[in-house]
């Protein structure tokens, strides 16, 4: 039996994610995002920038332009990529509502992802409403990851049980 597992089949207008190449890529999208929490537009963008990396649904992010002003707040947390540098977290704080270290960015990405630089990308399951093109996005599973999954893609996705060695 084989570590990998089988690639889905591709529909009509989907795209595989065991096509996407590792080590991974940045791109620029004019994909509509949106991100809606407690009645707030707390994102709208046209210029997203997405990455792409084998078996992972694209993690969406965000120019600090297109998030509402003052909805972030700097969170201690810090992690290490290696293909993109160390990544700060954030909070969104709406109200009395805070959601800890629900978006990510790099403030000092590696020169493969200088495009990245403070765009900020977010945890899609905490938050009420996240959708590319209108079409609501389902969180990348396992937690840990913060891909976005949409109709548009075929998997399986990295983060299901039993993907640790994909």
Do not use: N
Not at 18 to 24: G, H, I, L, S, T
């Amino acid at each position: 039996m084989s570590r990998w597992p089988q690639p889905d089949p591709v529909g009509p207008g989907q795209e595989s994610v065991w096509d996407y190449p590792r080590p991974a890529i940045a791109e620029p999208s004019d994909r509509h995002v949106r991100i809606e929490h407690r009645g707030v537009i707390v994102a709208d963008t046209r210029a997203a920038i997405r990455t792409l990396e084998t078996s992972h649904p694209p993690s969406w992010y965000i120019p600090p332009g297109d998030i509402a002003v003052g909805v972030l707040q700097r969170s201690v947390r810090r992690s290490l990529c290696e293909w993109k540098g160390q990544a700060v977290y954030w909070h969104l704080v709406i109200g009395d509502d805070m959601l800890r270290d629900v978006a990510w960015s790099y403030p000092d990405p590696t020169p493969a992802f200088a495009m990245l630089r403070d765009h900020v990308a977010f945890y899609a399951g905490p938050l009420d409403r996240c959708s590319i093109d209108g079409q609501r996005v389902v969180p990348q599973p396992g937690g840990f990851y913060g891909g976005w999954i949409t109709p548009d893609l075929a998997g399986p996705f990295k983060g299901v049980a039993g993907s640790m060695g994909w």
